[in-house]
């Protein structure tokens, strides 16, 4: 069975002072590997997928890179406005496979 | 503009209701979802539509039954509504199901069973 484990479960931290969430995942075979953020109230929204061990990706002060094991999300400089819970899933290398998400990172950032 | 809408937003019935939530996408995606978020905040799969065909069927109740009347909608039905059904629920739609599997989500429907 597919598994995804997301820490730390919750995150404060100082506008400015960059950090790291961790996601570790087993899976038969990976397909993709999905970073979401969810703003309280609404629905996930898509910020990265990953495919292969060594693959990084970046987006404003976001970056994801991937192993065969864990995923991380580097946030470098962060902002208030970056306060959000972010999602891992991965999508296994078989038929009409679907995402298993964990559950989330809570980061609070603090001006 | 909205790609991925979903009504109601909110939702309070009572135990043994029947009830339905609709959602519509107009991003021209073939595959659509609906997932539960309960209150541990983990979201998991109900059903997946591909072309109004049910592709993927978790293990859900048969008290929950999904209807694509077209590729742009995906409804749930609700029957005999129980207290553990109480969770957001989410549509998100895809432009296929594989093999990638970036999918977009609505803003969910807060169901609230008394």
């Known amino acids: 069975e597919d598994q995804v484990t997301q820490s730390p479960e919750a995150l404060r931290l100082q506008e400015g002072e960059s950090s790291s969430l961790n996601c570790s995942y087993t899976v038969s075979g990976l397909r993709g590997l999905f970073w979401y953020r969810q703003d309280p109230g609404k629905g996930p929204e898509f910020l990265f997928t990953l495919y292969s061990a060594g693959e990084e990706k970046e987006k404003e002060r976001l970056k994801a890179t991937l192993t065969k094991k864990e995923s991380f999300l580097h946030i470098t400089a962060p902002k208030p406005e970056d306060s959000a819970t972010y999602l891992c899933a991965v999508q296994a290398d078989s038929g009409y496979s679907t995402l298993t998400f964990g559950k989330g990172t809570m980061l609070l950032v603090s001006p | 503009d909205t790609a991925v809408s979903q009504t109601p937003k909110y939702l309070v019935t009572q135990m043994g209701n029947d009830k339905s939530i609709k959602c519509e996408q107009n991003?021209?995606?073939?595959?659509m979802y609906w997932y539960k978020q309960d209150s541990k905040k983990f979201l998991k799969i109900m059903f997946s539509?591909?072309?109004?065909?049910?592709?993927i069927n978790e293990t859900v109740p048969n008290r929950f039954s999904p209807k694509s009347p077209d590729k742009a909608h995906l409804n749930l039905h609700i029957n005999s509504l129980e207290l553990g059904d109480s969770a957001v629920y989410f549509c998100?739609?895809?432009?296929?199901?594989?093999?990638?599997?970036?999918?977009?989500f609505g803003p969910g429907t807060r169901l609230l069973v008394l």
């Open positions: 539509y591909n072309n109004k065909e049910l592709i």
């Open positions: 991003l021209g995606h073939d595959t």
């Open positions: 998100a739609s895809s432009p296929r199901p594989s093999p990638t599997g970036t999918q977009y």
